[in-house]
């Protein structure tokens, strides 16, 4: 394995200054990825799990600290290229204009890439969606439909690291497990880096070797999957998986 992403000291300021002890949303945030690899991203709500996603796509700007890709930092690399390579699929996906085929093929498009219509076809399948009218408006289609289009557009420009923002939350758990099937699919054949948001600690210990544990504005824990969940190292980790296991027992 060789590195492919490398986090250092990586801070965003917080907007709501006023009602929070640090300036941060978080700071402090370091760590090397490999190709490939799987890592899950977990915590309680609001410690900006989704904005350090968003943040290593460039869709928001570090204000702190450096990433490098490949070796070489972003502020040396054109955003366009880099989220090319780096994408970002979002939990609420966000359709273009047009037909569900139009959205599985503007994003090549658009990066100068040939759509691959065999390809789209084949994940479609594996996601369940194989019996979706291609000619309906992207617009009228569930948020679960709307979801998995979303994450075959990028899966389609074959980026080297995908940042997965809670991908499967408007899934029933049948089409839940098809998605996660497809990428640990994807992931062998295609060696893809997966950082993968979940609140479902079930997913991520299937889905991930290694978990990154948020909380209390810094990347708090980053441990191979299956020792954070025997033995958290902080207490706030043994907290929060003490909270979800018990939830998860109701
Ligand atoms: N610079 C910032 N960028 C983004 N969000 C910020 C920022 N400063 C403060 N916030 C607030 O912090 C929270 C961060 O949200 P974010 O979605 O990143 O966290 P999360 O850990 O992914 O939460 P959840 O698990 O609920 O999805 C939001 O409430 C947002 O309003």
């Not at 139009?102 to 789209?120: I, K, M």
């Not at 060696?191 to 909380?215: C, K, P």
């Not at 954070?228 to 706030?236: N, V």
């Amino acid at each position: 394995m060789a590195a492919i992403l490398e986090i250092q000291r990586l801070a965003k300021h917080s907007w709501n200054q006023d009602n929070r002890e640090s300036p941060y949303l978080f700071e402090e945030v370091s760590a090397v990825i490999q190709q490939p690899e799987c890592i899950s991203v977990i915590g309680p709500s609001g410690q900006g799990k989704s904005t350090l996603l968003r943040t290593l796509a460039l869709l928001d700007m570090p204000d702190q600290g450096d990433i490098s890709y490949a070796g070489i930092s972003y502020r040396e690399k054109d955003p366009r290229l880099w989220r090319k390579e780096i994408c970002y699929v979002a939990q609420q996906a966000v359709m273009l204009p047009g037909s569900v085929e139009d959205n599985l093929g503007t994003a090549s498009r658009l990066h100068g890439e040939v759509y691959d219509v065999q390809l789209a076809e084949q994940l479609l399948e594996e996601t369940l969606l194989a019996g979706l009218d291609r000619k309906k408006n992207a617009s009228e289609l569930s948020g679960g439909e709307k979801q998995r289009i979303a994450l075959i557009r990028s899966l389609l420009l074959r980026p080297a690291v995908l940042l997965l923002d809670e991908v499967t939350a408007s899934l029933d758990n049948i089409s839940a497990r098809a998605v996660e099937h497809m990428l640990q699919q994807w992931q062998a054949r295609e060696g893809t880096t997966m950082i993968w948001v979940t609140h479902d600690l079930e997913q991520a210990a299937r889905t991930s070797s290694r978990t990154w544990f948020m909380s209390g504005g810094t990347l708090l824990e980053d441990q191979q999957t299956i020792d954070f969940f025997r033995q958290p190292a902080t207490e706030a980790g043994r907290q929060f998986v003490r909270f979800l296991a018990s939830e998860a027992a109701l």
